[in-house]
């Protein structure tokens, strides 16, 4: 089964950026990474998706590893809202349904 | 866009009690999903809808739990008879699938109490 590994906790500054780490050492060609994040009391959100390339939208950037066996989630300038967990899902294919989430990076935002 | 809505928020009940948890997907929505939160085993998918039709219903813990789908706009989490181990956050979410990436979208959970 596809796995992913990521760090328990990480600790940011207030207004610095930071670089979530997580390794995906069995991804097929096609597989999709995908990060949600959980903030406290709230279901899970969906935050970026990358195959290849790097990416970014409003929320992050995701850099992918030219092997595809890891990914950085980068949050440009922590801010407290962003204290969450980040679960970075075990690679998928396109159209599957099954995202399974670990336990996640939980990041906490010092002021 | 009012998200994905569920309903209660919180719900307490005595054991051997019927527990019914209730979803709205996000309209135009084709794909429903239950999940289920604990401590110990994290997030887990309990079952999977596609355009009303159950598809995977593998992570259904036992038979005590069921889940329906009558039309697009609601769904429903039974438990009956509830036990103290079915204390946990259920967690509906709903997304477009159409073949490519599709994001989840969830809602806030409802938090279930079994005394």
Sequence with gaps: DAKTTQPNSMESNEEEPVH???N???ISGTDYIHWYRQLPSQGPEYVIHGLTSNV???M???AIAEDRKSSTLILHRATLRDAAVYYCIPPLAAGSYQLTFGKGTKLSVIP | DAGVIQSPRHEVTEMGQEVT???KPISGHNSLFWYRQTMMRGLELLIYFNNNVPIDDSGMPEDRFSAKMPNASFSTLKIQP???RDSAVYFCASSLQTGTISP?????GTRLTVT
């Design chain 2, 82 to 84: 509830s036990e103290p």
């Design chain 1, 24 to 26: 995906h050492s069995t």
């Design chain 1, 60 to 62: 992050a950037s995701l």
């Design chain 1, 20 to 22: 979530l780490p997580c």
């Design chain 2, 21 to 23: 948890l209730r979803c």
């Design chain 2, 104 to 108: 989840l979208h969830f809602g806030n």
């Design chain 1, 56 to 58: 970014n939208n409003r």
